[in-house]
């Protein structure tokens, strides 16, 4: 079993619309989620990062946070082509020494 | 200039060949690593190092060495280079206190 897993895709949403990505992690301990986006070929970039239950609220973005339930989601409001992208769901302390292990990724496609 | 800098940025070497990918960081931070890439696939861990003297194993070390020179470089080596170890390969830092991890810009390697 994957320690972090996410929906491969491809995630298809209309322009405007809201997207929602989700992350499930295997670890009751880990404290630090992170959400990167990555453009193909291009390293990953952090957009957002969550450390306690709850919303946490960035511009369009919103992560989301249920340790109970061991997961993690983003919500994008009003998506937009320049959104499509792979995101990568992050989470810290699975394995030795507070390292982060990444989940494969979501890629998102905003269709104009 | 980038905070943690990869070279080359892209790399075709033959079958046997031995080749060496550098990571150099102006960030300050104890903590790096060295990932690997797949498409369509998520960031899998080959080698980590949490300071100068402490350099660990990842999921896919096989094939993979390293050495820490500095605080500031961390160099990954592919003693006989073979085709299944093309891929995007990233160098990334973290500190110990935020575990997110900035990446460098990666290095598209190709094995002919």
């Known amino acids: 079993q994957k320690e972090v897993e996410q929906n491969s895709g491809p995630l298809s949403v209309p322009e405007g619309a809201i997207a929602s990505l989700n992350c499930t992690y295997s670890?009751?301990?880990?404290?630090?989620f992170f959400w990167y986006r990555q453009y193909s070929g291009k390293s990953p970039e952090l957009i957002m990062s969550?450390?306690?239950?709850g919303d946490k609220e960035d511009g369009r973005f919103t992560a989301q946070l249920n340790k109970a339930s061991q997961y993690v989601s983003l919500l994008i409001r009003d998506s937009q082509p320049s959104d499509s992208a792979t995101y990568l769901c992050?989470?810290?302390?699975?394995?030795?020494?507070?390292?982060?292990?990444f989940g494969g990724g979501t890629r998102l496609m905003v269709k104009p | 200039d980038a905070d943690v800098t990869q070279t080359p940025r892209n790399r075709i070497t033959k079958t046997g060949k031995r080749i060496m990918l550098e990571c150099s960081q102006t960030?300050?931070?104890?903590?790096m690593y060295w990932y690997r890439q797949d498409p369509g696939l998520g960031l899998r861990l080959i080698y980590y190092?949490?300071?100068?003297?402490?350099?660990n194993k990842g999921e896919i070390s096989d094939g993979y060495s390293v050495s820490r020179q500095a605080q500031a470089k961390f160099s990954l080596s592919l003693e006989s280079a073979i085709p299944n170890q093309t891929a995007l390969y990233f160098c990334?830092?973290?500190?110990?206190?935020?575990?997110?991890?900035?990446f460098g810009q990666g290095t598209r390697l190709t094995v002919v």
């Open positions: 190092s949490f300071d100068v003297k402490d350099i």
């Open positions: 670890d009751r301990v880990s404290q630090s």
């Open positions: 969550i450390y306690s239950n």
């Open positions: 990334a830092t973290s500190d110990l206190e935020n575990t997110e991890a900035f």
């Open positions: 960030k300050g931070h104890d903590r």
């Open positions: 992050a989470v810290n302390g699975i394995g030795a020494g507070n390292m982060l292990t």
